[in-house]
């Protein structure tokens, strides 16, 4: 019945070290920076393997095989002690690893020569696991963390069992032992108990670990948020700021520009008396400086009540066709007085446009970005040069407009200028008037729309920007 036992506990404990061995191989591939498991892994796979063996006497005892897993055995705990090492973060030298394992083989060595009883044997054999061990519990002591104090301690505490196990051996209590053979079987039943338990809590130490830092990474990356919410939010702040400033300075600008617009215009039409030709030369470049400064205010006016959020949008449902209905003749009338080619075409696309498909967008805040588009298209282009219009269906239930032109192209080291604020991406020494808001407030009133914009260009062919919004 004792034998049944002890092989049935045999076979319990083989089993839980081939479990451990998955469990912890699944864990090290998605933990791989937790130092230590690839040993822990390796000792357990020894243990089982030693275990396995040691449920056949007959094969147990035979004189190499015998040999052969005594130093398995004490293999396992060396790998055992390194993964705590590492785990812990003690560096250990490679020197003290060596030298118990050459230690132990050489006392295999004298004890093929010299043969020495099974108590020598058990007992050196002991001596050597209990040296490992004390050094596992050296390394655990640098462990600190209160987080998972509970795990080191009971580790600590299957450590000091499986060493007051092996202490027992050496130590002769009359009365309490009778039969020294029963005790030393039901010892070596309690150290592979006490092992399977080893690596268990070994495991449930290093989950531990994981879910220490976890929980640090966590409250880290909300400390990181909170610090990027509140700095968004002091951006948005000093952005309504500007915007604000810059709303009422351009309304304090626009009020004596305006008078200067309207007595340079005086002027000009000789109701105040006729001017000579250099007068009228002089008044007239007033004017016109006077209308690209107005331009520019108006559009920094604009720009700043888009970022500022204080745009009225009034989306009323429109049907593409409808719209390319009103919005030809204007675009017409515009191309022929600027002197371009101009055509209309349909998008080359698969997909039909249903009866009931509207889009939802503010006709003010429409004809503001075809006419900035177009505007732009006509600048950067050449006379008699062509510019098209294409809509359609897309592919993703949105309606383009796209305006294609065959001016100067955007050299592609400034695409990433081409929206950006007061940027004329390359433009600025060019010769050609602008201030670069005309693209910011296009971005802005699509956006508004929930539609979306975008570009294509290249140096001296030509460029295309569209717009889009969700069908409806």
């Given at each position: 019945m004792m034998e049944f036992d002890i092989f049935t506990i045999q076979l319990m404990i083989t089993l839980t070290h081939v479990v451990l061995c998955v469990v912890i191989y699944n864990f090290s591939r998605k933990n791989s920076d937790i130092e230590g498991l690839k040993w822990c892994i390796y000792a357990s796979l020894l243990l089982s393997v030693e275990g396995f063996v040691s449920m056949f006497p007959e094969i147990r005892t035979a004189v190499p095989i015998n040999y052969v897993l005594n130093f398995i055995g004490v293999l396992a705990y060396v790998l055992l002690m390194n993964g705590i090492w590492q785990f812990c973060h003690v560096k250990?030298?490679?020197?003290y690893i060596w030298a118990i394992l050459l230690s132990y083989i050489l006392f295999e060595i004298m004890d093929a020569l010299l043969s020495f009883n099974i108590n020598i044997r058990l007992n050196v054999t002991a001596a050597f696991i209990s040296l490992v061990l004390l050094s596992c519990m050296y390394a655990l002591n640098h462990l600190n963390k209160k987080s998972y104090f509970l795990e080191k301690l009971f580790l600590q505490i299957l450590i000091t069992a499986h060493i007051l196990v092996y202490l027992s051996w050496?130590?002769?209590i009359e009365g309490v032992i009778q039969d020294n053979l029963q005790?030393?079987?039901l010892s070596f039943a309690a150290i592979y108990v006490i092992?399977?338990?080893i690596i268990i809590d070994l495991l449930f130490l290093i989950m531990a670990r994981r879910r220490y830092q976890l929980?640090?990474?966590n409250n880290r990356y909300k400390k990181a948020q909170e610090g990027i919410s509140d700095a968004l939010s002091k951006a948005n702040m000093a952005n309504k700021s500007k915007s604000i400033f810059l709303t009422n300075l351009s309304h304090e600008l626009r009020t004596p520009l305006n008078s200067i617009l309207g007595f340079s215009e005086v002027l000009l039409s000789d109701?105040?008396?006729?001017?000579?030709?250099?007068?009228?030369?002089?008044v007239k470049s007033i004017n016109d400086s006077g209308k690209s400064l107005h331009k520019l205010i108006t559009g920094l006016l604009n720009l700043s009540n888009i970022e500022a959020g204080i745009v009225d949008i009034d989306l009323v449902d429109e049907k593409p066709d409808e719209i390319m209905g009103w919005l030809f003749p204007k675009i017409k009338e515009e191309m022929k007085e600027k002197q371009r080619r101009f055509s209309i075409d349909k998008l080359d696309s698969d997909f039909e446009l249903r009866e009931k498909d509207v889009i939802k967008v503010d006709i003010k805040a429409f004809n503001q970005i075809m006419k900035s588009l177009l505007d732009n298209a006509i600048k950067y282009s050449q006379t008699n040069s062509r510019i098209r219009l294409i809509h359609g269906k897309t592919d993703h239930d949105k309606y383009r407009f796209s305006i294609i032109d065959e001016g100067i192209g955007i050299d592609k080291r400034h695409f990433h200028n081409v929206f950006k604020p007061l940027n004329r991406a390359g433009f600025e020494y060019q010769g050609v008037d602008g201030a670069g808001t005309?693209?910011?407030i296009t971005k802005g009133l699509t956006e508004l729309m929930d539609g979306t914009i975008g570009f294509k260009s290249e140096s001296y062919v030509g460029s295309e920007f569209w717009v889009e919004f969700p069908l409806y």
């Open positions: 250990i030298q490679e020197i050496f130590i002769e005790y030393r079987i092992d399977a338990m929980f640090f990474e109701i105040a008396g006729k001017l000579s030709d250099k007068q009228s030369e002089f005309g693209l910011p």
